[in-house]
């Protein structure tokens, strides 16, 4: 008589409490779905065509100027716990997914080097894709920082209005286009958002920090060192595909030139208006401080 085979179940691995990743696919276990077998798939994630991007700019900036509107016949809301917590979420979001995506990058740029994580197609990783669309629900997500702004009936900048709503479309077409850059651009911002965040939140406590000003700072060097890295990488993807005999190249990279060229220009726009209000805020408050420094010497 012959033995019954022995089935051996296969060790799973074990949990990692040090691991982002691990946390996140806990999370997505909880919700029904595996981490491991998600991708994005135009007109079939949620979100995931220019109708619904389109829809959505449509709304929010109806929702804006509509609030706008109806507020002029009421008193500014205060919101004070409410945009604390806002703030504070925002500030711990960008923290987390920042970890997160140091961990899922350290090994790619450690293997294959600077030029393979920006430009090659397998640096834009199922892990990393996961991550992507995270960020960039947080930016549907961070319209509210408007409605906030114009229920306390504050004065709607044109830089602000215009970066909400263009960011979500960047980091859509970024989605579709599989740059493999991306990773750049995004931990950039959630550096730059945990910084920023923070401060929001610690304003709204009435705590003013002295560095406001280098949040703009920090904000134009984060558009100066993005768009070194978007326009070297656009540059290799059109020198090889177009004129690889002509002009001197790296070699290619991952991504369709509509997405490239849109982030070039898109990123573009961001810096010189962020010059801008940087040189039109803090020159004049500096070039009022130097008048009123005079005006007291000669009294």
């Not at 609030?67 to 925002?90: A, E, Y």
């Not at 979001?93 to 450690?110: D, G």
Request: charged share 15%.
């Amino acid at each position: 008589m012959d033995a019954a085979p022995v089935v051996v179940a296969a060790a799973s691995a074990p949990f990692n409490m040090l691991s982002p990743d691990a946390w996140l696919a806990e999370a997505y276990k909880m919700a029904g779905q595996d981490k491991s077998q998600w991708r994005w798939v135009n007109g079939v994630t949620p979100l995931s065509t220019w109708r619904e991007v389109g829809i959505g700019m449509a709304v929010y900036l109806g929702t804006i100027f509509g609030i706008q509107l109806v507020m002029r016949s009421f008193k500014p809301f205060k919101l004070t716990r409410l945009t604390q917590l806002h703030n504070l979420g925002l500030t711990l979001i960008s923290l987390v997914l920042l970890v997160m995506y140091v961990e899922e990058l350290a090994p790619i740029l450690s293997k294959g080097g600077l030029f393979h994580a920006v430009c090659a197609e397998e640096a834009w990783t199922q892990r990393l894709e996961v991550l992507y669309y995270l960020n960039y629900l947080t930016k549907w997500l961070e319209f509210t920082d408007t409605v906030f702004l114009v229920l306390k009936k504050k004065p709607l900048q044109f830089l602000h209005v215009y970066h909400h709503t263009l960011t979500m479309a960047l980091c859509f077409t970024q989605l579709n286009g599989v740059t493999s850059v991306s990773w750049v651009v995004i931990t950039l911002n959630l550096f730059v958002h945990v910084v920023m965040y923070f401060y929001y939140f610690l304003a709204s406590c009435k705590i003013y920090p002295w560095w406001k000003k280098y949040v703009t700072t920090l904000q134009i060097v984060q558009f100066i060192i993005d768009l070194g890295f978007v326009y070297f990488c656009t540059y290799q993807l059109i020198a090889s595909r177009y004129y690889p005999t002509i002009l001197p190249h790296c070699g290619d990279c991952a991504g369709t030139e509509t997405a490239a060229v849109f982030g070039c220009a898109l990123l573009s726009s961001y810096l010189l208006l962020f010059v801008q209000f940087f040189q039109r805020t803090y020159s004049k408050k500096q070039a009022a401080k130097r008048q009123a420094a005079k005006k007291a010497k000669t009294q």
